[in-house]
């Protein structure tokens, strides 16, 4: 009885956390100086209607489908991504900042360039402080290799996962819940303006969310899916493990994940198709197999890419020192990318040395940044961070930048398309957020009448609920930019779902979590 005591307050907090992180992400996303410059109210009311319009269709569209197969609900899926194709068409794109590095080293890669080649010409520059970089531009060579090593092609493929990435939000959310709950919360999150648009450029996030859901997925099936072998268990585990390395390559922060499954084994109420020490030894494996493989990813890079990377403190002390830029709230700074590129550029200095100037440096940063944020004051400094992390017109500002400026097209984007865009992804995800609160609300009274959620039920709310928090609260460390809160749709689509499920003639369907 102690033991279930203890669990159960755990779920409470970790729910309510969430709870006042939603409201939080609310009222922060509305802040958007994208949103606040081109809003009125004409373009207010018809994007609400808009909002409203797209998820009650896709709540409709749900119930009508839910009696298809799984190729049928992919090619709806995909069917539905195409439709970016003509966005794709209508502003061709002239790749700049990192969207450049991808697209330029991918190109060098088929031209048959080797990246130490690219090291000792000097083509690689400062990207040998950020791995991430090369590991994209790695991935998207993959497919320049087979097709063509043109942006389009990189668009392609971004595309085309983002579409991928919401039929494995179907799977996942099947696993676990109704079918017509997992298509709704699918397209619910295909639909998300933001990323819609962002995925139409050669974006990274569209591999992350594709490996990240992929280990999701396979962890679900090696843990909580009754196999007939230990053998497809340890298969699915090892699975599991590589996709979730790949995409930490993308963005590292796998390891907050692992800390949400562990805590989730610790805390979860009792499951009768899987002991607690077998799930524990289980998810204890797997987390230590990962950690080793985090803290062993840049001599794994240095063996596999045959460059001298920066070691991960270079990046880590990188990311803190802008992250707690008082002056920037957390996002880019660029006098302090500017001293690392001055110290990274001193060719007289060996370069471990540099790479250890640079980590000492970011430190000092860091520790001046700490003081003035205590004289500033915290709550302002987060709240400010806040803002900038949740800022929901990436995709519009994104796209808007890659398309070349002094094309007609720029100019047709920026009269036509990215003021109601602004306004639009606000208040769709606003929308999304609201109705977020309300599921996870519905769902903590439902907790107070005895037998009204199984433990199923309280256990799939408190894992989403660890995993909202995890990312939020640790992504209020380093850097932040609004496109770096895309992990967070993963957890609040989830939580929506279980809200959907309320309202399922089916909603008493077991779930094994």
């Known amino acids: 009885m102690t033991l279930q005591f203890f669990k159960k307050a755990a779920i409470w907090l970790a729910t309510f956390v969430t709870l006042a992180i939603v409201i939080v992400m609310i009222a922060a996303v509305f802040q958007s100086e994208d949103f606040q410059s081109h809003r009125s109210t004409s373009t207010i009311v018809w994007a609400g209607l808009l909002s409203l319009a797209v998820i009650t269709g896709a709540g409709v569209l749900a119930y009508y489908v839910r009696r298809q197969n799984n190729l049928f609900i992919f090619t709806l899926i995909m069917g539905l ?137 396979c962890y679900y099936d090696a843990l909580y899916t009754v196999n007939d072998t230990f053998t497809r268990n340890y298969f699915f585990l090892g699975l599991s493990l590589l996709l979730l390395f790949l995409a930490n390559m993308v963005r590292p922060v796998g390891i907050i994940w692992v800390i949400v499954i562990v805590l989730f084994a610790i805390f979860g109420l009792s499951n009768r198709r899987r002991p607690f020490k077998h799930l524990l030894a289980m998810t204890a494996i797997f987390a230590v197999t990962f950690s080793i493989l985090s803290a062993a990813a840049v001599p794994i890079y240095r063996v596999f890419y045959g460059v001298d990377w920066a070691p991960a403190a270079v990046l880590q002390n990188y990311s803190l020192a802008t992250g707690t830029s008082v002056t920037t709230g957390g996002a880019y700074n660029a006098q302090v990318r500017n001293e690392t590129d001055t110290l990274f550029n001193q060719k007289h200095v060996p370069l471990d040395e540099r790479y250890t100037r640079i980590t000492q440096r970011m430190s000092q940063i860091t520790r001046t940044n700490l003081k003035a944020i205590e004289r500033t004051g915290v709550t302002a400094f987060l ?84 995993a909202l928090d995890g990312f939020f609260l640790s992504a209020m460390l380093p850097e932040v930019q609004g496109r770096y809160h895309i992990i967070l749709y993963l957890p609040l689509v989830v939580l929506l779902a279980l809200g959907a499920q309320l309202f399922s003639r089916t909603n008493r369907k077991e779930f094994t979590i």
């Open 81 to 217: 991504t195409a439709l970016k194709l003509i966005v794709l068409v209508k502003f061709p794109l002239s790749p700049t900042s990192d969207y450049f590095n991808y697209h330029s080293f991918a190109q060098n890669l088929v031209a048959g360039l080797t990246w130490h080649k690219m090291e000792t010409t000097g083509l690689l520059g400062d990207n040998m402080l950020w791995p991430h970089v090369i590991n994209i531009s790695w991935f998207f060579s993959v497919f320049y290799s087979f097709f063509f090593s043109n942006i389009v092609v990189g668009q392609l493929v971004s595309i085309t996962l983002s579409g991928v990435s919401a039929f494995l939000i179907y799977v996942l959310v099947k696993k676990i819940l109704v079918k017509p709950v997992a298509v709704f919360a699918a397209l619910v999150f295909q639909a998300i303006p933001a990323y819609w648009l962002y995925s139409v450029i050669n974006a990274p996030e569209s591999f992350f969310l594709v490996f990240l859901l992929g280990a999701v997925i």
């Open 383 to 466: 709240w400010h961070k806040t803002k900038n992390y949740m800022d929901e017109n990436y995709g519009a500002d994104w796209l808007f930048y890659n398309i070349n400026g002094k094309s007609k097209a720029s100019k047709e984007f920026a009269k036509n398309i990215l003021p109601f865009a602004s306004v639009y992804a606000v208040i769709y995800f606003g929308l999304f957020l609201g109705l977020t609160a309300l599921a996870i609300v519905a769902q903590l009274l439902l907790m107070f009448k005895k037998r009204a959620l199984s433990n199923r039920r309280i256990n799939l709310m408190f894992y989403s609920a660890l």
